[in-house]
C-alpha cells in the first residue's frame, strides 16, 4: 500500500496532466479579432467604472459586473475552457452578454450625463464608443454563429 508521501512522489498520470493542461491560455486568442474585442470591451469597462466611482457612485455596479461578465468570457475563451461545457450554446450566451451590456450601457450613460459633472461626461462619451463595440460585437456573432444556421436551414 502505496502512503501519502509516496503518491505525492510519484510522477502525475497522464490524465492528470491533460486536466491541468484545461488552463493553459491560448495566446494567440489574444491576437485574434475576437480577443481584441473582448479585451476593448474590458479596458472601456474599467473606464466607465473609474469614471462612475469618481462622479456618480450609484452606477458604478452596472460597469463593475459588465468588467467581470467580460473577464468571465475572455477568460474561458482564452483558455478554451468553455469547450468544456458542451451543453451550453456559448455564441448565444455572447450574443445576449453583448445585448445586455448595449441596454444596461445606454441606459446609465444617459442618467449620468444629466448629472453635469466631468467625470459623467467622460463616462457617458466612453459609454457611448463601448456601446457601438459592443453592438459590434454582437453584429459578428449574429454573423458568424447564427445566421448561417438559419440560412442553411432555409436551403434544405
Not at 20 to 42: C, M, N
Not at 135 to 154: C, S, V, W
Amino acid at each position: 500500500m502505496l502512503s501519502a508521501r509516496d503518491r505525492r512522489d510519484r510522477p502525475p498520470e497522464e490524465g492528470v496532466v491533460a486536466e491541468l493542461q484545461g488552463f493553459a491560455v491560448d495566446k494567440a486568442f489574444f491576437t485574434s479579432h475576437k480577443g481584441i474585442l473582448l479585451e476593448t470591451e474590458l479596458a472601456l469597462t474599467l473606464i466607465i467604472f473609474i469614471c462612475f466611482t469618481a462622479s456618480i457612485s450609484a452606477y458604478m455596479a452596472a460597469a463593475l459586473l459588465e468588467f467581470f461578465i467580460t473577464l468571465a468570457f475572455l477568460f474561458l475563451y482564452a483558455t478554451q475552457y468553455y469547450q468544456h461545457f458542451d451543453r451550453l450554446n456559448w455564441p448565444c450566451l455572447d450574443f445576449l452578454r453583448c445585448v445586455s451590456a448595449i441596454i444596461i450601457f445606454l441606459v446609465v450613460s444617459f442618467a449620468a450625463v444629466t448629472s453635469r459633472d466631468g467625470a459623467a461626461i467622460a463616462a457617458f462619451v466612453f459609454g457611448i464608443i463601448l456601446v457601438s463595440i459592443f453592438a459590434y460585437d454582437a453584429l459578428k456573432i449574429y454573423r458568424t454563429e447564427m445566421a448561417p444556421g438559419a440560412i442553411q436551414g432555409d436551403q434544405q
